[in-house]
């Protein structure tokens, strides 16, 4: 191996054991690399080098070459090997987190010979070595969890748990440090050594959160460290005393090295370590990192369901307090369950069709993200039908946004923010084929540090109501519907996306009605017939704008993936409050 005509290294063709071709875009993003594991008889680590060929066919001729030049030199293959690679504490391909963990997928010369080693068998009386143990998945604790049913499992803030099965999405099965066990809320564990085990790291917090939480401290030097909106870069966050409280961004980058650095000269194998190094030197920063936010206030998520299988709920565990809103579907109030504050949806007997709603609300508890609100149970052995969810402090979108329209219509970055929240939600769902049918400010939810949730999906078949049904008897909200289900009643996540841009048109105007002055068939010829969109916002960029009307084209297909406008919009949160963009 040569670097600038010189010798780095090399690899001893006997000490090959597999010759491989890697996933595409998995490394660097690059695609037609290959790999050569090698290693000492003599040791048990297990080491790749990874090479990037300049197309397929000369990937697969230096694979094939390399492979029988090693045969020649009587190597010995492993019969396995990892088609990804190492990032980030664990396997792509796989998800282990040993490194020396056996691969994933059969190697080419297992398959060749079928598994069959050149080698004689041992006698029947010598026992054939035991294949090597599956590594153990330790994950660590980050909230508290009380069990309310018997096969699920506490968890302690910051003990240690064996993963014992992993294969439903969000209640693992899970073995304490005195043998006992039960399933976990998989949101409420994080890997060993993972970042999200710092209180300094902030997984999925955009540059406008990010300053909001740091303001909220007013303490010089408190940090915290989160994702980029490029994918698998990270951005360093930190209040300063300029101008009465400003906060910075760093990104953290990473050199040839794979070592992470803000400035260049002090750079670290971990975030980790480079976090602990500017505690103590600024190098380059506006001050030292001090202390991370607080999170004494911070709940912990929702989980899916009270528990891992309950879904039912005793109504006499059930205690209902005050009102907070009521609507079509009927009224919310304030509860508690098991001592947890929920809020609770008393459904008007004549408001909802009860056939099939139950499969679906079933359905609806699995469902779990940060911005959807949680499903937690219904009620259904006495009337009236009750759903349980998770309380949000501050109500409806809709509300909020009329409440506080002064202070918010000059926030672009803060509105924006709040759209992006949304799209996330949304996203979430349209990658699960769940279609929303009536997503709109007021079926959104405002919690702590202005979180946005999304609610009620899926509700909308099963309300009996004149402001949800057309001329043929089919229930939607016709001034957030698109044409296609205003002429054909016909429902996809491209109609959510219509929807999500007129949710985008109602938070740019504070709450405004949309089509305040038309009635339902006047906004039908509006939309359809004339094909005019609602007019920009007077507070909207006109970047913005441009982005509802991509979610508002004629044709469904045109329209973008709520995955796509996800990412449109993390880019423009990047960018900070928009001094440049014109109104």
């Not at 917090?205 to 870069?233: D, K, N």
């Amino acid at each position: 191996i040569e670097k600038q005509n010189k010798e780095k290294g090399r690899v001893e063709l006997r000490k090959i054991k597999a010759v491989e071709t890697v996933d595409d875009f998995v490394l660097d993003k690059k695609s037609n690399v290959f790999q050569v594991v090698h290693g000492s008889p003599k040791s048990s680590d297990i080491l790749t080098l990874y090479i990037v060929a300049t197309n397929d066919a000369q990937r697969q001729d230096w694979v094939t070459h390399l492979r029988k030049a090693a045969e020649n030199a009587e190597a010995t293959f492993i019969p396995k090997y990892h088609k990804g690679v190492w990032i980030n504490g664990s396997y792509t391909c796989c998800n282990q987190i040993s490194k020396n963990a056996i691969g994933c997928e059969v190697t080419s010369t297992e398959r060749e010979f079928g598994g069959v080693s050149s080698a004689l068998p041992p006698p029947p009386s010598i026992p054939l070595p035991s294949p090597e143990p599956t590594p153990k998945k330790v994950v660590v604790a980050v909230y508290n969890f009380s069990p309310t049913e018997d096969e699920d499992l506490a968890l302690l803030q910051g003990e240690e748990y064996e993963i014992l099965d992993d294969s439903r999405e969000h209640w693992w099965r899970a073995k304490d440090k005195d043998g006992r066990s039960g399933y976990i809320p998989s949101n409420y564990v994080k890997k060993k050594f993972d970042l999200e085990m710092f209180d300094w790291y902030y997984k999925n917090c955009t540059r406008e959160r990010s300053e909001a939480i740091l303001r909220e401290e007013q303490r010089e030097g408190c940090f915290l460290v989160r994702e980029s909106s490029a994918p698998g870069m990270f951005t360093l966050s930190l209040l300063t005393t300029e101008n009465d409280g400003q906060v910075r961004h760093y990104h953290i980058k990473k050199n040839d090295q794979g070592y992470y650095y803000i400035a260049e000269k002090y750079a670290f194998p971990s975030i980790s370590e480079l976090v602990h190094y500017h505690k103590h030197n600024s190098a380059g920063l506006a001050t030292r990192l001090k202390s991370p936010p607080t999170r004494s206030g911070t709940a912990a998520p929702a989980t899916a369901g009270f528990s891992s299988s309950k879904f039912e709920i005793d109504p006499s565990e059930i205690s209902i307090g005050d009102q907070l809103g009521a609507g079509c579907f009927g009224t919310v109030h304030e509860g508690k369950w098991r001592g947890k504050r929920v809020a609770v949806k008393m459904m008007k007997e004549t408001a909802m069709s009860d056939e099939g709603f139950i499969e679906e609300a079933k359905t609806m508890t699995q469902l779990n993200h940060q911005n959807l609100v949680q499903l937690y149970g219904i009620v259904t052995k006495k009337k009236p039908l009750i759903i349980v969810t998770e309380l949000m402090q501050y109500g409806s979108l809709l509300s909020y946004l009329r409440r506080h329209k002064a202070r918010l219509l000059v926030k672009t970055a803060t509105l924006l923010d709040m759209c992006s929240q949304v799209c996330n939600g949304m996203a979430y769902l349209e990658k699960r084929k769940f279609i929303h049918r009536d997503l709109a400010a007021r079926n959104c939810l405002v919690g702590q540090s202005t979180v946005v949730k999304v609610a009620d999906f899926g509700l909308a078949r099963y309300v009996i109501d004149d402001e949800y049904t057309s001329s043929t008897g089919t229930k939607f909200p016709v001034k957030w519907a698109p044409p296609e289900v205003l002429s054909y009643t016909r429902f996809s996540s491209k109609s959510d996306v219509w929807a999500y841009g007129v949710l985008m048109w109602e938070i740019f105007t504070g709450g405004i009605m949309p089509y305040d002055k038309m009635k339902n068939v006047e906004v039908v010829d509006y939309v359809c017939h004339s094909r005019q969109r609602l007019e920009k916002p007077a507070s909207c960029p006109e970047k913005i704008y441009k982005v509802m009307l991509q979610c508002w084209q004629h044709e469904a297909d045109k329209r973008p993936s709520f995955s796509d406008l996800l990412q449109l919009l993390s880019g423009l949160l990047e960018q900070g409050n928009y001094p440049y963009i014109s109104t």
